[in-house]
């Protein structure tokens, strides 16, 4: 195994360390801020443009925008169900919610 995929996993690990502990104690806004910093995507854009160059890497960053459509819905589940289902309810359903509408993005972009 290379070391660098020993790396990615160590400073991904370290950031999901310090999210959990802010906000475990009550720092959810900073956890948020930690956690969406783009360290993950600057070190996916970088081996991503190493391993096959700048034309890889636009169709990436595409891919990520219209991948935040399902992402904002499976937030918005969780904001809104958490408190009617309770949270493992609507984690679920955040994620089903999710893997569907990537789906169907999916879907429509093969064509």
């Known amino acids: 195994?290379?070391?660098k995929y020993?790396?990615?996993f160590l400073v991904g690990g370290?950031?999901?360390s310090i999210v959990t502990y802010f906000a475990s104690h009550a720092r959810g806004l900073l956890a948020a801020f930690i956690a969406n910093l783009p360290v993950i995507t600057v070190i996916t854009f970088l081996t991503v443009y190493f391993e096959s160059g700048e034309k890889a890497v636009v169709p990436y960053a595409e891919g990520l925008v219209i991948m935040l459509i399902p992402w904002l819905a499976y937030i918005f589940a969780i904001i809104f169900?958490?408190?009617r289902l309770g949270f493992i309810p609507?984690?679920?359903m955040g994620m089903a919610l999710y893997f569907l509408i990537?789906?169907?993005i999916m879907s429509i972009k093969k064509f």
């Open 6 to 8: 020993v790396l990615y």
């Open 81 to 83: 169900l958490t408190h």
């Open 102 to 104: 990537a789906f169907i």
């Open 90 to 92: 609507s984690l679920v």
């Open 14 to 16: 370290a950031i999901v």
């Open 1 to 3: 195994m290379e070391l």
